[in-house]
């Protein structure tokens, strides 16, 4: 297949007025979220995927802006064609909470006062960005996420949202992340706040209408960006390369290449970040901590989705064994849980650029469809005391043609179609009892679809009821809806 760009997109933007509560019980007057949306939504709603950005991306994860020559910052697996297919999916990212990219930060000017809000911003959390994320799903229309992924701080996120709102979320990919913040991590942003709190431009969060903390905010920035590469890539990308020279200068100025990159990296962020934004996201990072009492057991025990974990084997920011506690923990509570290592020498920021091994596994990972990806939640049911005309009439009212029979404790009994139904007039039967169908073959969320629809054919059947652990009817596939969805994703 060929692979493509989902081409000129646009930033939306959408304000929820009502005020918001944080996590740290501070209350934001209102939010502004500004996102970008790729590919169609089904009629189901069931393709949504949600994209989370690391700690300076935005809601530009693909596509070109107008005029612009750089794409979004996940090209490379979103599109047509691609891991996150905008051909069979839906997919949307939106800039976080505390950013400076459209969403309401401390750039922001705060409606209470008139004024940009600086350090009056309340401090946030990843919490709190899934929070607003949410709001936004919300407003989309959308009650179930085929999938939520991020990559490090994206990853995070990903991980929030499978454990604040398990119902939503069928499955979360984790990149380069972890479940905690660890006391490496916590010591480098600290560094990064440092170099932005002690440039005097900063002038305690209130410099917008005057000097900018350039030299503080480029600073961090180097600081952050050796921590993204690895030991070997810089090896590889500068060796111990001079800058235009063949001779050491014995001074001050920029002698090797790696500098003049760093430098490099630094101005060009000063150019795209607000120095606030910066410390309020590294702060939400630090915060991550999704361990109870020390341990992830607790933190997932009600995660629903399926999980893939991926590390990078060069990453020492967020080293492999980070990935390896959240899929233990994981695989202790007999979750779906994948893991996989990348092996890359980029170092944390390989998920952005190993195309080939990210497109692999995300796409394997996607189309691996299960029965509750497919399965109509809302299933009208009955009592096997009902009347065949009261039968006969929810069918009609519901405009379906099974209905599950379920016993006062809500456990499956049976099933009665529309062909029975009509069987009954034909046959002058009066009662449900003689119609209905007492052993019914069901489906369970988790099983693969193409199990269940083997099922169904080697059965000649047109719907599968699909129960849980208690036999409780918790959905339905039927053979009218697989095939509309089927069309779709070819
Ligand atoms: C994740 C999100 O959610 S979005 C945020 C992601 N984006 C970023 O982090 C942006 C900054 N980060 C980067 O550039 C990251 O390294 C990546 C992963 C995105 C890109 O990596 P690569 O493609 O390997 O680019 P590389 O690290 O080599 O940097 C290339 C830049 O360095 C410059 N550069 C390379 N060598 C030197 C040098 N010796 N001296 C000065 N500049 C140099 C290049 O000219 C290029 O500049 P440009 O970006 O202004 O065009
Ligand atoms: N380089 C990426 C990843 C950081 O985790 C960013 O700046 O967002």
């Known amino acids: 297949m060929i692979r493509g760009s989902v081409g000129t997109v646009h930033t939306q933007v959408h304000t ?20 970008e949306t790729y590919g169609s939504l089904n009629p189901e709603r069931s393709n949504a995927i949600l994209i989370c950005h690391a700690l300076t991306g935005d809601a530009h994860a693909a596509g070109y802006h107008e005029g612009d020559e750089k794409p979004g910052w996940w090209e490379m697996v979103i599109g047509p064609g691609k891991a996150f297919d905008t051909d069979r999916f839906c997919i949307i990212c939106s800039n976080v909470l505390g950013g400076c990219k459209g969403t309401t930060g401390p750039s922001s000017v705060n409606p209470e006062t008139g004024k940009v809000y600086g350090v009056s911003f309340p401090v946030i959390t990843i919490a709190d960005m899934v929070m607003v994320q949410k709001k936004l799903i919300d407003h989309l229309g959308i009650t179930n996420l085929f999938a939520v992924a991020g990559g490090s701080m994206g990853g995070m996120q990903a991980l929030q949202w499978s454990v604040s709102y398990p119902d939503m979320v069928s499955r979360v990919v984790v990149i380069a992340s972890t479940a905690y913040s660890t006391p490496q ?3 480098f942003n600290e560094v990064g706040r440092c170099a932005i709190r002690s440039d005097p431009s900063w002038n305690n969060g209130q410099y917008y209408d005057q000097e ?15 921590t993204y590469l690895s030991d070997e890539s810089m090896h590889q990308k ?17 002698d090797f290449q790696v500098e003049s990159y760093l430098h490099h990296q630094g101005d060009r962020f000063v150019e795209r970040f607000d120095a606030n934004s910066y410390l309020y996201l590294t702060k939400a990072v630090d915060y991550f901590d999704l361990t109870v009492n020390g341990s992830l057991i607790d933190a997932f025990k009600d995660m629903k989705a399926k999980c893939m974990v991926i590390a990078v084997s060069s990453d020492w920011l967020y080293p492999s064994y980070l990935s390896r506690e959240i899929v233990s923990a994981l695989a202790q509570l007999d979750k779906t849980v994948e893991y996989c290592e990348i092996r890359s020498n980029y170092g944390h920021d390989a998920f952005l650029l190993e195309s080939g091994q990210m497109n692999y596994l995300l796409g394997r990972f996607l189309s691996h469809l299960t029965v509750s990806d497919l399965m109509i939640r809302s299933v009208p049911t009955v009592r096997e005391t009902v009347t065949i005309k009261g039968a006969a009439a929810l069918m009609i009212a519901e405009a379906v043609n099974h209905l599950p029979i379920v016993s006062s404790d ?67 596939i039927t053979a009218e809806r697989l095939s509309r969805l089927v069309v779709r994703c070819e």
């Open 185 to 187: 991590q916590i010591a």
């Open 212 to 226: 900018y903390p350039a030299s503080g905010l480029a600073l961090a920035r180097m600081i952050g960006h050796i």
């Open 238 to 254: 500068f060796g111990r390369d001079l800058l235009g020279k063949s001779v050491y200068s014995y001074d001050f100025t920029t």
């Open 16 to 35: 929820f007025s009502s005020p918001l509560m944080l996590e740290s019980g501070a209350v934001l007057p209102s939010v502004t979220v500004a996102y």
């Open 410 to 476: 809500g456990r499956l009994v049976g099933i009665v179609t529309s062909w029975d139904i009509s069987r009954s007039v034909a046959q002058d039967v009066k009662t449900l009892e003689d119609i209905m169908t007492r052993t019914v073959l069901t489906a369970t969320p988790g099983e693969h679809i193409s199990k269940a629809v083997n099922r169904m054919q080697k059965n000649r059947i047109s719907a599968l009821p699909v129960v849980d652990e208690e036999n409780r009817v918790v959905g339905i």
